[in-house]
């Protein structure tokens, strides 16, 4: 089965200490991967994506992630935390199906607090 | 580039009335996707179009939901008659089409209130 697991609900960093985000897939196959961004009340921002180039990505606002087919893993870091980066974040994956679709799971989110 | 638009962004009405949300997607974003957010929740997909043709609808309420994308541009999704349970803000989403590896670009979406 085709699954994403963010492997917590919640973190907690002060500010300009780094930032671990994990994020766990089970797949059969070789997925896309992408984090998202999504600040209160506000839509959902792409932070970075993988899409079988290299394996360590970059995104916006200082983030990066890096893909490990044997950890099956896409964490998402930050050297440094700002208090701007206080949101939800999501892992979501897209694996393949048959045809053309390309079936999205999204995580169940991480909420990181930034204390000052 | 001009994004995602969604309207209204607020919506409050009572439980078994109707309302309607639109979206017009990104230029030339020929895959438009509607989510519901639920507070303290991840996005959960309604309905996913081709330009104007259902590609997936298997998680979209449709004794109660609709949604019509009918010149493949931009779409509208309606609730009749709305429950309680469907307070949440309605995400929409577009990308440049199904190929593997093509982000989603999101709307503010519209957040809505049922009393």
């Known amino acids: 089965a085709q699954s994403v697991t963010q492997l917590d609900s919640h973190v907690s960093v002060s500010e300009g200490t780094p930032v671990l985000l994990r994020c766990n897939y089970s797949s059969s196959y070789s997925p896309s991967l992408f984090w998202y961004v999504q600040h209160p009340n506000k839509g959902l921002q792409l932070l970075l994506k993988y899409t079988s180039a290299a394996t360590l990505v970059k995104g916006i606002n200082g983030f990066e992630a890096e893909f490990k087919k044997s950890e099956t893993s896409f964490h998402l870091t930050k050297p440094s935390a700002h208090m701007s980066d206080a949101a939800e974040y999501f892992c979501?994956?897209?694996?393949?199906?048959?045809?053309?679709?390309?079936?999205?799971?999204w995580g169940l989110g991480t909420s990181l607090a930034v204390n000052p | 580039e001009a994004g995602v638009a969604q309207s209204p962004r607020y919506k409050i009405i009572e439980k078994r009335q109707s309302v309607a949300f639109w979206c017009n997607p990104i230029s030339g974003h020929a895959t438009l996707y509607w989510y519901q957010q639920i507070l303290g929740q991840g996005p959960k997909l309604l309905i996913q179009?081709?330009?104007?043709?259902?590609?997936?609808d298997s998680q979209l309420p449709k004794d109660r939901f609709s949604a019509e994308r009918l010149k493949g541009v931009d779409s509208t999704l309606k609730i009749q008659p709305a429950k309680l349970e469907d307070s949440a803000v309605y995400l929409c989403?577009?990308?440049?089409?199904?190929?593997?590896?093509?982000?989603?670009?999101f709307g503010d979406g519209t957040r809505l209130s049922i009393l």
């Open positions: 179009f081709q330009n104007n043709g259902v590609v997936d």
């Open positions: 979501v994956v897209r694996f393949r199906r048959a045809g053309n679709n390309r079936k999205l799971i």
């Open positions: 989403a577009s990308s440049l089409d199904l190929v593997r590896g093509q982000p989603q670009h």
